[in-house]
């Protein structure tokens, strides 16, 4: 069986390093908001090239806190609308929703399957006061259009960075540095990920930055002085500890998965996938190799047979989810069709050549 993902063998490469570094946690006896905390919130913020990191329990709490402390900061009001592209995780949608704020959900480019530059201005309203940009599988969006128009109509410009942890433009800007503020997710799977849940968010704006971090920690500046209605999200310092670990091999094991995502593009062959489009080196961390395919069940049947495991990211669209039914009236013709024929490929930076070789022999055989 050729996994879909193999977080053991992704993970086992720090085992030393874990067991070591776990001995030291457990000594220090400071268990929650430590060192390793703090470490990782300095490493992250330097690789990323922003000023400021706060972590959170997980990639929802990061996103859901830029937009509850832009409300604190008067930034924000409840029911101002957020653009956020249709096509994405639902994730990016709740964070709005649980703010208290109005998503707008705008369609995508189908080539890049994130969020349509062209599509923002005729989505923005007077009551338009963000746009959040989601970096969908890995693939930045576009984001110096996205945001020229943010700066053209004064509004927040907020990165969902979840699946894009290391992507850069080719000016250099990275993932999580782009507009205002950033959320991150380091759940396992993620290029970089935890041992379990976190999340970070990452900005240049120091009010934000402490707001962010006031309301994460019970709306405390310091203990039981609680100055705003605050939440519970803060990184597990265990996890942290695995970040630092893992944080300096980031950057290879994306080079590693761009290797395959090549190794995939120059060698399937068959009519009947269509492959993803991505043009600049390093602006796509490929946390996803996505193809889409007419007949879905039977190309996934196929592959099963075959013992090639694959995974839908995502088989329904947010709007046509029961928990979302308040915008299951709306028309979203090209999200709805690229959720009807995306699959996700095997791709992890620990997967052999062997194994690639074998994935692409079934497609060509398809």
């Not at 576009?142 to 433009?169: P, R, S, V, W």
Request: net charge negative; with cysteine.
């Amino acid at each position: 069986m050729i996994r879909f993902t193999d977080l053991h063998s992704v993970n086992v490469r720090f085992d030393k390093e874990f067991s070591e570094a776990y001995a030291n946690f457990l000594a220090s006896g400071s268990y929650i908001l430590g060192e390793e905390v703090t470490t990782f919130e300095s490493n992250f913020a330097n690789y990323c090239d922003t000023k400021y990191c706060i972590g959170t329990a997980n990639g929802l709490d990061a996103l859901t806190l830029i937009f509850k402390a832009y409300i604190e900061l008067g930034a924000l009001k409840k029911g101002d609308e957020v653009i956020v592209p249709a096509n994405t995780y639902i994730a990016s949608i709740l964070a709005i929703v649980h703010a208290g704020l109005n998503p707008v959900l705008v369609e995508p480019n189908e080539d890049s399957f994130n969020l349509n530059p062209t599509k923002i201005e005729d989505a923005t309203t007077w009551k338009t006061r963000a746009v959040l940009a989601v970096h969908l599988y890995g693939q930045l969006a576009n984001m110096q259009a996205i945001k020229k128009i943010a700066n053209t109509h004064n509004l927040l410009l907020i990165e969902d960075a979840a699946q894009a942890h290391g992507a850069i433009d080719s000016e250099g800007i990275k993932a999580g540095n782009f507009g205002d503020a950033a959320g991150f997710s380091f759940y396992p799977s993620k290029n970089l990920g935890a041992l379990g849940d976190g999340g970070c968010v990452t900005t240049n704006n120091q009010e934000l930055a402490n707001m962010v971090r006031k309301l994460g920690n019970y709306g405390t500046v310091s203990k039981y002085v609680n100055e705003v209605k605050g939440y519970n999200s803060r990184l597990d310092e265990i996890q942290a500890m695995f970040l630092n670990i893992k944080l300096p091999f980031l950057d290879s094991d994306n080079n590693r998965r761009l290797e395959i995502a090549k190794q995939y593009v120059s060698g399937i062959a068959s009519n009947k996938i269509q492959l993803p489009k991505f043009s600049e080196k390093g602006n796509h961390v490929f946390h996803q190799f996505v193809v889409r395919v007419e007949n879905r069940d039977d190309f996934v049947d196929y592959l099963n047979k075959n013992d090639v495991e694959t995974i839908i990211h995502y088989p329904i669209p947010p709007h046509k989810q029961n928990a979302l039914e308040e915008f299951s009236y709306l028309k979203l013709p090209i999200t709805e069709r690229i959720h009807k024929t995306v699959v996700s490929l095997p791709l992890y930076p620990t997967m052999t050549n062997q194994d690639i070789q074998t994935v692409i022999q079934l497609l060509n055989a398809y």
